[in-house]
C-alpha cells in the first residue's frame, strides 16, 4: 500500500519561500514518477510540477517555471518542491503524486495519470 504524506505548508508573505516534502512509503520509490499539483477553492486541480523516476527530467507550468523546484532523493523516498517569490495568487492546497505503472520514465503532467495522491497541504500567500 503507497502512501504520500505532504509538509511544509503554512502561512507566508507575498516574496517568502517555502518548501514543501512529500514522503512515500509502501512502494518502490525509485521507480515512480511524481508531481506536484495544487487546488485553489472552485478552481479545478492544476499541475505544477513533474520529475521522472531518477530525477533525469523535470517539466513546470508556466505559472511557476522559474519560481519552483522540484527534486527528488530516493535514497530518503522523499520528493521536494522547493516554492520561492510566492505570490497570493500560490494559495492553494499543494497535492503530491505518485506513478508506478510506467516505471517512471516520462514526466506525467495530468491528475488522471497518477494513481497515488497525498492528502494535501495548505499554502496561503498573504499580501
Known amino acids: 500500500q503507497v502512501q504520500l504524506e505532504e509538509s511544509g505548508g503554512g502561512l507566508v508573505q507575498a516574496g517568502d519561500s517555502l518548501r514543501l516534502s512529500c514522503a512515500a512509503s509502501?512502494?518502490?520509490?525509485?521507480?515512480?514518477?511524481m508531481g506536484w499539483f495544487r487546488q485553489a477553492p472552485g478552481k479545478d486541480r492544476e499541475f505544477l510540477a513533474g520529475?521522472?523516476?531518477?530525477?533525469?527530467?523535470?517539466r513546470y507550468a508556466d505559472s511557476v517555471k522559474g519560481r519552483f523546484t522540484i527534486s527528488k532523493d530516493n535514497a530518503k523516498t522523499t520528493m521536494y518542491l522547493q516554492m520561492n517569490s510566492l505570490k497570493p495568487e500560490d494559495t492553494a492546497v499543494y497535492y503530491c503524486?505518485?506513478?508506478?505503472?510506467?516505471?517512471?520514465?516520462?514526466?506525467?503532467?495530468?491528475?488522471?495519470?497518477?494513481?497515488?495522491w497525498g492528502q494535501g497541504t495548505q499554502v496561503t500567500v498573504s499580501s
Open positions: 509502501g512502494g518502490t520509490f525509485s521507480l515512480a514518477a
Open positions: 503524486a505518485a506513478d508506478f505503472s510506467r516505471m517512471g520514465a516520462v514526466v506525467l503532467t495530468t491528475p488522471r495519470e497518477y494513481d497515488y
Open positions: 520529475v521522472t523516476s531518477y530525477g533525469g527530467s523535470t
